[in-house]
């Protein structure tokens, strides 16, 4: 029996398909998923999210939230998520630069807009490394 699996951000539905496995970064590592699994709830770290179906393998970039597995059900519900597929370096590169360059003033910044911005680059960096890892 395979897993439902659904990613869901603010903004949008990212990912919705029957699985066979699932790995989630979590902020104690990754936690693997397979049907049948205990019911969690589980904060999810900014990384890297594998799906596996059959041979095929999708990778997504995760940052903030929780996931929820319950039976053969998995619901993340992100912050961020972006298909590897979707990220584009040069705007990935882009964003960590002025994300960077704001937080070198961050005395002038409100601590929400400081944790704004440091989550922001967590999951630029975390779209950097899925993607270079696949080339």
């Known amino acids: 029996m395979p897993l439902t699996l659904e990613i869901v951000t603010p903004e949008a ?3 919705s398909d029957t699985v066979d496995s699932v790995v989630i970064p979590t902020g104690t590592g990754e936690i693997g998923v397979l049907p ?3 019911p969690l709830v589980t904060q999810v ?3 890297e999210l594998r799906a ?4 095929q393998t999708q990778f997504l970039a995760v940052g903030g939230g929780f996931a929820q ?3 053969d059900c998995v619901r993340v519900l992100a912050e961020w998520a972006i298909r590897e ?3 584009d370096e040069a705007t990935v590169q882009k964003a960590i630069h002025r994300a960077e360059e704001d937080l070198r ?3 002038d910044l409100e601590p929400s807009e400081i944790e704004r911005l440091e ?3 967590r999951f630029s960096v975390a779209q950097l490394e899925v993607k270079r890892r696949r080339k």
């Open 119 to 121: 989550a922001l680059l």
């Open 85 to 87: 597929e979707s990220i």
């Open 69 to 71: 597995i319950d039976g």
């Open 13 to 15: 539905r990212v990912y």
């Open 52 to 55: 596996s179906k059959g041979n």
């Open 45 to 47: 770290d900014h990384g």
């Open 36 to 38: 049948g699994h205990i």
């Open 105 to 107: 003033a961050k005395h």
